[in-house]
């Protein structure tokens, strides 16, 4: 059975200005849609094929170099839609989730700084992540499509900082797109759900 592209949760033009409509057309429309493509293409005939998205990123790391790039980036953006919304960011957090933030991070404000650095400092094209690992919060970075699955962790909050992401409305001012991303646009219910979601916490 192949991947899907699933649809946008909101409108185009919901995540204005912090996000514009352009750039979510290029980034759904083409970007993720290319990686859905592809995967479906590098998979038929292998091992992989008939397995659930999570198996295939978790299997393919450091076997199959295409497969895993294209799977992974699908799984990373299946959870990036949601991870975002209109009116969202701030300090909106569920409790549960703000306790463990307060015990393993330092608090709000230092896991915002955490997390914004994390992404300024990804080198490249990358992601930074609020991961959730032998039951407790880290703040983390990886290269290219890599995610927490394949370091042992399970991603609670990703942000994506290839360059596609916020070149049209930022240009190369990543630490803006970074500060506009956290404190307006994430769904901290997303970020619940996705806890809720962690094969062990």
Same mark, same amino acid.
């Given at each position: +059975?192949?991947?899907?592209l ?5 409108? #185009?033009?919901?995540?204005q200005? #912090? +996000?514009?409509a352009?750039?979510?057309? #290029?980034?759904?429309? =083409?970007?993720? =849609? $290319?990686?859905? %493509?592809?995967? *479906?293409?590098?998979?038929k ?18 076997k199959? $170099?295409?497969?895993?790039?294209n $799977?992974?980036?699908d799984? *990373? ?6 991870? &975002? ?14 306790? +463990? ?11 915002r =700084? %955490?997390?914004?650095?994390?992404? &300024? ?11 959730? =690992?032998?039951?407790?919060? !880290?703040?983390?970075?990886?290269? *290219? ?23 049209i ?14 404190? *307006?646009?994430i769904?901290?219910?997303?970020? !619940?759900? &996705? ?7």
């Amino acid at each position: +059975m192949a991947f899907e592209l699933p649809p946008l949760p909101y409108a #185009y033009d919901a995540l204005q200005p #912090y +996000m514009s409509a352009e750039t979510l057309e #290029y980034h759904h429309d =083409k970007h993720h =849609k $290319a990686y859905v %493509d592809k995967l *479906n293409d590098l998979i038929k005939g292998t091992e992989f094929e008939g397995k659930d998205l999570e198996t295939v990123v978790k299997e393919s790391f450091g076997k199959n $170099a295409g497969i895993f790039n294209n $799977a992974a980036q699908d799984f *990373n953006h299946i959870q990036f839609w949601p991870w &975002m919304k209109k009116d969202g960011g701030g300090k909106k957090v569920p409790g549960a989730i703000l306790a +463990m933030i307060d015990r393993d991070l330092g608090g709000f404000d230092k896991f915002r =700084k %955490d997390f914004i650095d994390a992404g &300024m400092t990804q080198f490249g094209s990358g992601w930074c992540w609020l991961t959730l =690992k032998d039951g407790k919060l !880290e703040v983390t970075k990886t290269p *290219n499509g890599e995610n927490p699955l394949v370091h042992g962790g399970w991603p609670l909050l990703g942000c994506d900082v290839w360059e596609h992401s916020y070149y049209i409305d930022y240009r190369n001012a990543r630490p803006k797109y970074l500060e506009a991303w956290f404190d *307006n646009l994430i769904n901290w219910e997303h970020v !619940e759900q &996705m806890y809720a979601q962690a094969p062990s916490k």
